[in-house]
Antibody
Framework: EVQLVQSGGGLVQPGGSLRLSCAAS????????MSWVRQAPGKGLEWISL???????YYADSVKGRFTISRDISKNTLFLQMSSLRAEDTAVYYC???????????WGQGTLVTVSS | DIQMTQSPSTLSASVGDRVTITCRAS??????LAWYQQKPGKAPKLLIY???TLERGVPSRFSGSASGTEFTLTISSLQPDDFATYYC?????????FGQGTKVEIK
């Protein structure tokens, strides 16, 4: 059974940093495409980042230069390092497996990030 | 960037109704389109991928179709469990884009 278990959300001040984690079981993050998707309160889904199996990274313009997606193969965990956070980054963040032919088939439970002073 | 325009934003329907949601891509995405169902406080659930392939375990009352850059999700007979928000999403290349969502409400 595939499980993606997220951790690391919380309250952070504008301009601050936060790192989200997504621990995988049943799959290996090293040979899968993995993504982060967020959802602001009461709003729709927004794709923000992709890490492919070759280690290449891709970002939405809204987070480019501020967020970094990465993985730790030994821990089978995906990360999202967020810096220079803004109020508009407040959202529930989801990790998901992102195979090229399917879209997003497995999702984490989501973690809330609140950017506020 | 590819934009996805989804309509309607809200849909009121009754149990047993046939429901159709449309998504239009701003450029060709072949059939690299997925549909998701999301309920409040939950992660989205993949329903359909490659425009018309049903994810395993998804009821057959859900179907998807494509015509050029226009894509359709149809629920043939709406069930109580289907009241939720639905999103389309393109995955043509590494950048992925969602539609704005359609909330299916009880009439």
């Amino acid at each position: 059974e595939v499980q993606l278990v997220q951790s690391g959300g919380g309250l952070v001040q504008p301009g601050g940093s936060l790192r989200l984690s997504c621990a995988a079981s049943g799959i290996f993050v090293s040979n899968n495409y993995m993504s982060w998707v967020r959802q602001a309160p009461g709003k729709g889904l927004e794709w923000i980042s992709l890490l492919d199996s070759g280690g290449n990274t891709y970002y939405a313009d809204s987070v480019k230069g501020r967020f970094t997606i990465s993985r730790d193969i030994s821990k089978n965990t995906l990360f999202l390092q967020m810096s220079s956070l803004r109020a508009e980054d407040t959202a529930v963040y989801y990790c998901a497996r992102a195979p090229l032919q399917l879209g997003f088939d497995y999702w984490g439970q989501g973690t809330l990030v609140t950017v506020s002073s | 960037d590819i934009q996805m325009t989804q309509s309607p934003s809200t849909l009121s329907a009754s149990v047993g109704d046939r429901v159709t949601i449309t998504c239009r891509a701003s450029q060709s995405i072949s059939t690299w389109l997925a549909w998701y169902q999301q309920k409040p406080g939950k992660a989205p659930k993949l329903l359909i991928y490659q425009a018309s392939t049903l994810e395993r375990g998804v009821p057959s009352r859900f179907s998807g179709s494509a015509s050029g850059t226009e894509f359709t999700l149809t629920i043939s007979s709406l069930q109580p469990d289907d009241f939720a928000t639905y999103y389309c999403q393109q995955y043509n290349g590494y950048s992925r884009t969602f539609g704005q969502g359609t909330k299916v409400e009880i009439k």
